[in-house]
């Protein structure tokens, strides 16, 4: 039991460093202390040596381990692959270049997820809170629609009645709504 909800917390930390470090890989790696040579998505030896040997020359033949592998990123995850070890993200790749313990390398990558210095951060799109707040906001600050106004004429030339401080109109409310231009299908939150 004990077991279990120690292996749940482990997967949950795991879950989380890898979604906060989506798309920041790169820089993560290059804060760990990887090799800018490693990250720079050309072919070149295979640096995990546990997996593939340092590159070598075997007496009188050819030179081994000299451009299986390549850094790419593709998926976002710090990934890559190596035509002989395999492919992986950037928790196999520094794991396995640092030669450090996993938990020892969550830590690190924790303290770089957590310090700030991944310029581009989730500056890219809004939380759904903000979008919640924005929503309220624009809610609160909207006017109720007074008879003769602005808004009583533009929805009374669609066929919408205001009385008596309330919407009239023929049929569902699903065809006044279309009538105003929304489509209905389109967004069905909450
Ligand atoms: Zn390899």
């Not at 000299?66 to 990934?79: A, H, L, P, S």
């Not at 790749?93 to 390398?105: C, N, R, S, T, Y």
């Not at 991944?118 to 809170?129: D, G, I, K, Q, R």
């Not at 903000?130 to 109720?144: G, H």
Request: proline share 6%; charged share 30%; net charge negative.
């Amino acid at each position: 039991m004990i077991d279990e909800q120690q292996q749940e917390a482990r997967e949950r930390r795991l879950q989380d460093i890898k979604s906060r470090a989506h798309g920041h890989w790169t820089s993560i790696l290059r804060a760990l202390g990887i090799d800018e040579q490693i990250l720079n998505g050309k072919n070149q030896p295979c640096p995990l040596f546990s997996e593939c040997g340092a590159p070598r020359r075997p007496a009188g033949g050819k030179m081994t381990n000299v451009d299986r592998f390549q850094y790419t990123d593709k998926f976002g995850e710090g990934n890559y692959h190596c035509r002989h070890c395999g492919t992986g993200g950037g928790l196999k790749l520094a794991q396995g270049v640092l030669g450090i313990p996993f938990p020892e390398l969550l830590d690190r990558i924790e303290r770089q997820l957590g310090c700030g210095n991944l310029p581009s951060m989730m500056a890219s799109s809004p939380s759904p809170e903000r979008m919640k707040r924005l929503c309220q906001r624009i809610w609160q600050e909207a006017k109720p629609i007074v008879l003769g106004d602005e808004v009583d004429r533009y929805l009374r030339n669609r066929g919408i009645v205001l009385e008596k401080g309330e919407l009239l109109f023929e049929g569902p409310a699903e065809d006044a709504v279309k009538k105003l231009g929304y489509d209905l299908d389109e967004d069905e939150d909450e």
